[in-house]
């Protein structure tokens, strides 16, 4: 083993392409486009590195082009769930004792090429499973992803440095071990590089890992795990399974190896999970980790100081890119009386000039929800406020599903500060706006940070100094990410570590050294250099 302190190059933020037409990137996603619809695919499971199939094959279509076949997955069952944990507990020994250093290179070269080889690729696949614009692909698939591996190996290098004082005669040493047993990695569709950095962050810090994605972003986590193969990830590191929730969960959660799950996903399904593990605590070999960043229920709060053209930018922009499909996506707002007016008249013009289709056409601003579920659930809430005695859809409030889950942005106006849509996660393109008494501001903040469970994003427009320190103080508890003066989306990794509290998960920070941490277990090491021949201490001379 070659001897060292190894210092990495420092990480940084991947730049992003700005996609204008004609440019290289334009044409290079637009080729990969056109030869992922031309080609229809047969996504395997991943095991132990061997490609896993099976006679259970269930079909993957483009949420704005439902009719179009993308190709098929592989289902499993409870066996390959199985075999993954065993694959996994196979591989840890061979993965542990690798340097860290070498660890490091594999993900380092996978971020390389996820910035430069696959880019088109994976922003492309992203595109036509998740029906995400070529920008929102480039933020997350290319950008984000990259983001994460080179600082995830960044944040990993500090901890192994970050070493105790040691007094005279002693040395003291601390090793970050990884978790004793496996790793169960749950993510969700709506994030190309959320869905591989759970995996992967893990599996940086020495853990292997199993690894159950959304059906609905299998067909980009393909690309994904081929970037991590070229990259050199050893067989059985992470082993990916597509497999039934309950059946996967009662496998893995009933093992003794269990150690730890990494989860993006529903609040339900997470409180679900705890509950489990707490009643087989006494089954497991340690204490499991447990890890998640669930829903929100994200507000932007405008102060009457507020520019009405940077309050009415952040409202579009924070709730309906990507359809609202972001854990982070404003769906309830608070606007003040006086400048209502102005924010109605520009916020009802923009929003019903948003043009909107599939990704194909790159002057589209939105596109399609992930699935059928989805848009007959919003499709539920829009059609009951246009009944609602205190509610009013102002914008929108069209859909269409006869060739994609077509949702317009839609904007809900209503008198009741506790009306179902500013309560109650949507997760799609419909944002629902109280207006309040300017002289009420107090009672507002009180409000907004009572009215949801949740407490991922906020955002406060003003331009009152005063108004934003009020803001900030009384809404501490509310939002793991705030934000002044800006849309409440768009935490970058390295610059806005993302994570809430209370109903929206253990706000373990993505993006930063924290998160990292969750995945090892440190082991305290004392050496005395020259230790003592004598029971007896000074004290005891006469």
Same mark, same amino acid.
């Given at each position: 083993?070659?001897?060292?302190?190894?210092?990495? +190059?420092?990480?940084?933020?991947?730049?992003?392409?700005?996609?204008?037409?004609?440019?290289?990137?334009?044409?290079?996603?637009?080729?990969?486009? =056109?030869?992922?619809?031309?080609?229809?695919?047969?996504?395997?499971?991943?095991?132990?590195?061997?490609?896993?199939?099976?006679?259970?094959?269930?079909?993957?279509?483009?949420?704005?082009?439902?009719?179009?076949?993308?190709?098929?997955?592989?289902?499993?069952?409870?066996?390959?769930?199985?075999?993954?944990?065993?694959?996994?507990?196979?591989?840890?020994?061979?993965?542990?004792? %690798?340097?860290?250093?070498?660890? @490091?290179?594999?993900?380092?070269?996978? @971020?390389? %090429?996820?910035?430069?080889?696959?880019?088109?690729?994976?922003?492309?696949?992203?595109?036509?499973?998740?029906? &995400?614009?070529?920008? !929102?692909?480039?933020?997350?698939?290319?950008?984000?992803?990259? *983001?994460?591996?080179?600082?995830?190996?960044?944040?990993?290098? =500090?901890?192994?440095?970050?070493?105790? =004082?040691?007094?005279?005669?002693?040395?003291?040493?601390?090793?970050?071990?990884?978790?004793?047993?496996?790793?169960?990695? %749950?993510?969700?569709?709506?994030?190309?590089?959320?869905?591989?950095?759970?995996?992967? /962050?893990?599996?940086?810090?020495?853990?292997?890992?199993?690894?159950?994605?959304?059906?609905?972003?299998?067909?980009?986590?393909?690309?994904?795990? !081929?970037?991590?193969?070229?990259?050199?990830?050893?067989?059985?590191?992470?082993?990916?399974?597509? /497999?039934?929730?309950?059946?996967?969960?009662?496998?893995?959660?009933?093992?003794?190896?269990?150690?730890?799950?990494?989860?993006?996903?529903?609040?339900?399904?997470? +409180?679900?999970?705890?509950?489990?593990?707490? &009643?087989?605590?006494?089954?497991?070999?340690?204490?499991?980790?447990?890890?998640?960043?669930?829903?929100?229920?994200?507000?932007?709060?405008?102060?009457?100081?507020?520019?009405?053209?940077?309050?009415?930018?952040?409202?579009?922009?924070?709730?309906?890119?990507? +359809?609202?499909?972001?854990?982070?996506?404003?769906?309830?707002?608070?606007?003040? !009386?006086?400048?209502?007016?102005?924010?109605?008249?520009?916020?009802?013009?923009?929003?019903?000039?948003? &043009?909107?289709?599939?990704?194909?056409?790159?002057?589209?601003?939105?596109?399609?929800?992930?699935?059928?579920?989805?848009?007959?659930?919003?499709?539920?809430?829009?059609?009951?406020?246009?009944?609602?005695?205190?509610?009013? /859809?102002?914008?929108?409030?069209?859909? *269409?599903?006869?060739?994609?889950?077509?949702?317009?942005?839609?904007?809900?106006?209503?008198?009741?500060?506790?009306?179902?849509?500013? /309560?109650?996660?949507?997760?799609?393109?419909?944002?629902?706006?109280?207006?309040?008494?300017?002289?009420?501001?107090?009672?507002?903040?009180?409000?907004?940070?009572?009215?949801?469970?949740?407490?991922?994003?906020?955002?406060?427009?003003?331009?009152?100094?005063?108004?934003?320190?009020?803001?900030?103080?009384? %809404?501490?508890?509310?939002?793991?990410?705030?934000?002044?003066?800006?849309?409440?989306?768009?935490?970058?990794?390295? !610059?806005?570590?993302?994570?809430?509290?209370?109903?929206?998960?253990?706000?373990?920070?993505?993006?930063?050294?924290?998160?990292?941490?969750?995945?090892?277990?440190?082991?305290?090491?004392?050496?005395?250099?020259?230790? @003592?021949?004598?029971?007896?201490?000074?004290?005891?001379?006469?």
């Amino acid at each position: 083993m070659a001897n060292g302190f190894f210092s990495p +190059q420092p990480a940084f933020n991947e730049p992003t392409l700005e996609y204008k037409p004609g440019s290289p990137e334009v044409i290079a996603v637009k080729a990969e486009l =056109e030869a992922m619809r031309s080609t229809v695919i047969d996504a395997p499971m991943y095991i132990g590195g061997k490609e896993i199939r099976t006679d259970n094959k269930i079909s993957m279509h483009p949420p704005h082009d439902h009719k179009h076949l993308l190709g098929h997955f592989n289902f499993g069952t409870k066996q390959h769930v199985t075999d993954a944990i065993d694959a996994a507990l196979a591989a840890k020994d061979s993965w542990v004792n %690798l340097a860290w250093e070498e660890r @490091a290179s594999i993900f380092l070269k996978a @971020a390389d %090429l996820v910035a430069g080889k696959y880019r088109a690729k994976i922003n492309a696949a992203t595109m036509l499973c998740q029906s &995400k614009n070529c920008f !929102q692909a480039e933020i997350d698939a290319a950008c984000e992803l990259a *983001d994460f591996f080179r600082y995830n190996v960044q944040y990993m290098q =500090e901890i192994y440095s970050n070493q105790p =004082e040691s007094g005279d005669g002693v040395w003291n040493r601390l090793e970050y071990r990884p978790l004793e047993g496996f790793v169960f990695a %749950l993510t969700p569709f709506n994030f190309t590089a959320i869905a591989t950095n759970l995996p992967t /962050v893990a599996a940086m810090m020495g853990n292997t890992v199993v690894w159950k994605p959304s059906d609905d972003q299998i067909y980009s986590c393909q690309v994904a795990v !081929q970037i991590l193969k070229e990259a050199g990830l050893p067989d059985g590191v992470i082993n990916l399974v597509y /497999v039934d929730g309950p059946d996967c969960g009662e496998v893995i959660f009933s093992h003794r190896d269990f150690a730890g799950i990494h989860f993006t996903g529903s609040t339900d399904v997470f +409180q679900t999970i705890w509950e489990t593990i707490a &009643k087989n605590i006494r089954n497991y070999r340690t204490y499991p980790k447990i890890s998640g960043e669930t829903g929100g229920k994200d507000f932007i709060l405008v102060h009457k100081s507020a520019d009405v053209n940077i309050a009415t930018t952040a409202l579009i922009r924070g709730s309906f890119e990507f +359809q609202g499909q972001k854990c982070s996506a404003c769906s309830r707002a608070y606007v003040p !009386q006086s400048l209502w007016p102005a924010i109605k008249e520009k916020l009802v013009r923009e929003v019903n000039s948003i &043009k909107m289709g599939p990704v194909e056409d790159f002057t589209n601003y939105v596109n399609a929800v992930i699935n059928e579920r989805s848009f007959d659930k919003l499709a539920g809430y829009i059609d009951r406020a246009k009944e609602a005695s205190d509610a009013e /859809v102002i914008a929108g409030g069209t859909y *269409d599903k006869s060739e994609g889950y077509f949702i317009h942005p839609t904007v809900i106006v209503t008198t009741n500060p506790q009306y179902d849509t500013m /309560v109650t996660e949507l997760f799609g393109p419909v944002l629902t706006i109280f207006i309040y008494e300017d002289d009420k501001y107090e009672e507002t903040l009180k409000l907004v940070d009572e009215t949801s469970i949740y407490a991922l994003t906020g955002s406060i427009i003003a331009q009152d100094r005063y108004a934003i320190d009020e803001a900030s103080e009384a %809404l501490k508890n509310c939002a793991g990410n705030f934000y002044i003066n800006d849309k409440c989306t768009g935490a970058v990794v390295g !610059q806005q570590p993302f994570g809430g509290g209370r109903a929206s998960g253990t706000n373990d920070k993505a993006g930063s050294i924290l998160n990292n941490l969750r995945w090892t277990s440190p082991r305290t090491i004392k050496e005395t250099l020259v230790p @003592a021949e004598d029971y007896r201490y000074s004290f005891h001379q006469e």
